[in-house]
T-cell receptor, first 110, second 114 residues
Framework: EAGVTQSPTHLIKTRGQQATLRCSPISGHTSVYWYQQALGLGLQFLLW???????NRGNFPPRFSGRQFPNYSSELNVNALELEDSALYLC?????????FGSGTRLTVV | TQLLEQSPQFLSIQEGENLTVYCNSS?????LQWYRQEPGEGPVLLVT?????EVKKLKRLTFQFGDARKDSSLHITAAQPGDTGLYLCAGAGSGGTSYGKLTFGQGTILTVHP
């Protein structure tokens, strides 16, 4: 069984640009969770999608957005990139009681 | 806002020593999960504890969930260099704006020297 896959592995963008990150959950899992892991800040909850709908959102500005497709894969979009958006962005899918994370996308904003 | 205080932040010990990592909160969680993360990888789930007072053992690792479901601990017996990594606790929200999200502690960077 394939795990959670994320692409790209690394992404370098200039301040003010937009970034698009992609995630495919484990086959059969309908939920996708996005987390930001910035240096020194731990993992912060960004977004939860289930069955194509946004179910919950963390304390992030509206320029962080996303969507979930009919095949349950998901995109995270970050507009108007700022230097402090540099972080590891992790996607996870979950049955109950435990996430399976992907390896993440390392976003660097210069 | 739910917060999880994890301590210690750094732990450097010799092979064979025992150690305990703590996670504490003023909030009640529906479950508490422990993860281990290697550099360049996503966190990997070690265990989930659900019931207050629950104790789970995974080889040399013992996990405990507090009676009030507000705190948890991870105890490693006879640590080995292969235990080196970042350990994260995470609490699952039980409702309202916390539903479906995990609140993570800041993590404990464990280094076990041979």
């Amino acid at each position: 069984e394939a795990g959670v896959t994320q692409s790209p592995t690394h992404l370098i963008k200039t301040r003010g640009q937009q970034a698009t990150l992609r995630c495919s959950p484990i086959s059969g899992h309908t939920s996708v969770y996005w987390y930001q892991q910035a240096l020194g800040l731990g993992l912060q909850f960004l977004l939860w999608y289930d069955e194509g709908e946004e179910r919950n959102r963390g304390n992030f500005p509206p320029r962080f957005s996303g969507r979930q497709f009919p095949n349950y894969s998901s995109e995270l979009n970050v507009n108007a990139l700022e230097l402090e958006d540099s972080a590891l962005y992790l996607c996870a899918s979950s049955p109950f009681y435990g996430y399976t994370f992907g390896s993440g996308t390392r976003l660097t904003v210069v | 806002t739910q917060l999880l205080e994890q301590s210690p932040q750094f732990l450097s010990i010799q092979e064979g020593e025992n150690l305990t990592v703590y996670c504490n909160s003023s909030s009640v969680f529906s479950s508490l999960q422990w993860y281990r993360q290697e550099p360049g990888e996503g966190p990997v789930l070690l265990v989930t504890v659900v019931t207050g007072g629950e104790v789970k053992k995974l080889k040399r690792l013992t996990f405990q969930f507090g009676d009030a479901r507000k705190d948890s601990s991870l105890h490693i017996t006879a640590a080995q260099p292969g235990d080196t990594g970042l350990y994260l606790c995470a609490g699952a929200g039980s409702g309202g704006t916390s539903y479906g999200k995990l609140t993570f502690g800041q993590g404990t960077i464990l280094t076990v020297h041979p």
